[in-house]
């Protein structure tokens, strides 16, 4: 099937840094609630959409809507806004980028400013740029005018739309972790009708630790929760496949090992892939996995959890790139997992 782009455009343009979700929720609830599914939100803002209520074992897919953004610090005399960044960012992504920044009073878009490399010394010309040397210019004639449009504890994002590309593939900025709540919520409505309860879950702060998931995790008590997420791409130049495995574009959903993964999902998982010809790669997370599984699966007595990751190209920047065949490939594998459910909980660790 083809990706819901108009659905996809607006979830991905919403504006929304961890701690500041608000924009991409509501995005969410309002596309669940068009498909016919039962919403509720949580007190930090998460946004449940839930197929079956009540039906069989509950299926918990994690997909977090946060993206890395910044936040205004200070806005100085000259009308110039400096910021920290929110999440992990390479400060050179960051150079030469538009911004959106969101305050209580509207939203103004803005540029990031740095020294033109005309009157930079030798020396400096040398350096990488570091994210204290940047700022925010809204064209502000100083700093009252300046703080019409930000203040300290606003927050902005990259203004960077969706580009389709060649072979259907398609780049934004935000795809870290919004196309994982798109194949949660296109999961749940493929699931309307099976006899799993399947709850997805648009969950905020997860490029900051996490609350958003382990708050769902408790609040759900899930019989199983499936993290849903994105993974390196090693398809490009300069990444080594010896240390990062083998996931191009096009290989289908990486399934993670290790650390937080509980393996009779995991195996769970593989068996459905190969009944039903899904393909898939394995990858290895041997201290932490880095995603909502981290927190899903520690809450009370523990809840069985792995992860289900799409591959990404060039991860917290602002074209990150997928392909819809790994974005398919990941929904199909997921709701036959839901449909399969029934008949393999409790899922017990080998």
């Known amino acids: 099937m083809a990706l819901d782009l108009d659905f996809l455009k607006r979830l991905l343009a919403a504006p929304g840094a961890s701690s500041f979700e608000s924009r991409p929720a509501e995005t969410f609830r309002a596309r669940a609630e068009e498909l016919g599914l039962t919403t509720e939100r949580d007190a930090y803002g998460t ?90 210019d809204v064209g502000a004639s100083g700093k009252s005018d300046a703080e019409e449009a930000m203040r300290p504890g606003d927050f902005a994002v990259i203004e960077q739309p969706l580009v389709e590309l060649r072979n259907g593939r398609i780049a934004s900025k935000a795809i870290d972790d919004r196309i994982g709540a798109y194949v949660a919520l296109e999961t749940a409505r493929r699931s309307v009708g099976l006899g799993s309860e399947v709850v997805a879950s648009a969950t905020v702060q997860e490029e900051i630790g996490g609350v958003g998931s382990a708050a769902a995790s408790y609040r759900w008590s899930p019989d199983v929760a499936i993290a849903i997420d994105v993974t390196h791409a090693t398809d490009v130049p300069g990444i080594a496949k010896k240390q990062e495995g083998d996931h191009p574009l096009g290989s289908g959903p990486e399934l993670s090992i290790g ?42 007595a523990g809840v069985p959890t792995a992860v289900v990751s799409i591959p990404n190209r060039y991860m917290h920047s602002p074209n990150e790139t997928v392909d819809p065949t790994d974005v398919e490939a990941a929904i199909a594998l997921l709701t036959a997992f839901a449909e399969a459910l029934p008949g393999r909980v409790p899922i017990a660790q080998p």
């Open 47 to 136: 946004v449940f959409a839930v197929a079956n209520p009540g039906a069989g074992p509950r299926l918990l897919l994690s997909g977090h809507i946060d993206e890395i953004g910044l936040l205004i610090t200070h806005v100085d005399d000259d009308g110039f806004g400096w910021f920290k960044g929110v999440g992990g960012w390479d400060p050179m992504q960051l150079v030469g980028q538009r911004v959106r920044v969101v305050s209580r009073d509207g939203d103004t878009v803005g540029v990031i400013g740095k020294k033109p490399i005309h009157l930079m010394s030798a020396e400096d010309r040398r350096k990488t740029a570091k994210i204290e040397d940047l700022f925010i």
């Open 259 to 300: 650390s937080y993964v509980q393996r009779g999902v995991l195996d769970a998982l593989r068996d459905v892939a190969e009944a039903q010809s899904i393909p898939y790669t394995v990858g290895t997370a041997p201290r932490r996995t880095g995603t909502d599984a981290d927190f899903l699966a520690k809450v009370k």
